[in-house]
């Protein structure tokens, strides 16, 4: 069954990634784009996960780590291989109502981490329920190829309409005008 998408706000939240390989790379990556406070346990780090460090607010605490260490945090990634800690981890998270991801284990998530389509504050998240990820990522990398240049700019425009103008039909449709124009609409 499908998903349904919900986006939230991960802004100076407190994210947990356990685990410093390939796999928590790549979701590290994509978290920073959304300026958590994150932390990565695990008792060796990436070199390239210490290189974001250095760009952004990352913790990276080299240390085995213990299951206190989901506690109060806002989302959790459980980014190893090893299944038996991997199901701790979802446990841990479920006992606490934190949402949680297991790497490649959809049974041991609350939520999917989604292929992701970030531009700006155009973000678009594509999934199949945990199903087939790599069905996800190819259809982001072909989906990126559409999107038009100047995609950050028609929203910033749209963003100034909707901030200077009064709320009302006459808005609305100078906003869906615009963005027909963009996109070459003719409906």
């Known amino acids: 069954m499908a998903l349904f998408p919900m986006f939230v706000d991960l802004q100076e939240r407190d994210c ?34 210490r290189a974001l460090a250095l760009e ?12 206190e260490d989901c506690e109060n945090r806002f989302l959790v990634i459980g980014a190893l291989d090893d299944l038996g800690e991997q199901e701790k981890i979802f446990a841990e998270c479920m006992t606490l109502k934190i949402p949680v991801n297991c790497v490649d284990s959809p049974a041991l998530c609350s939520f999917i981490f989604p292929a992701l389509i970030v531009e700006g504050d155009l973000c678009v998240g594509i999934n199949t329920a945990g199903r087939a990820p790599a069905v996800s990522s190819a259809l982001r990398q072909y989906l990126t190829k559409t999107i ?11 963003h100034g309409i909707r901030q200077s103008e009064p709320v009302g039909k006459e808005r609305q449709a100078k906003i869906i005008g615009i963005c027909r124009e963009f996109f070459n609409l003719t409906y």
């Not at 978290?31 to 390239?48: C, R």
């Not at 952004?56 to 299951?67: K, N, Q, S």
């Not at 038009?148 to 749209?158: A, E, F, Q």
């Open 16 to 49: 947990l990634v356990v685990g410093a390989g390939e796999v928590a790379l790549r979701k590290i990556e994509q978290l920073v784009k959304f300026s958590p406070s994150l932390t990565v346990i695990a008792p060796m780090i990436h070199e390239e996960i």
């Open 56 to 67: 952004y607010p990352i913790t990276l605490v080299e240390r085995a780590y213990v299951l």
């Open 148 to 158: 038009p240049t100047g995609v950050s700019k028609l929203i910033d425009t749209v």
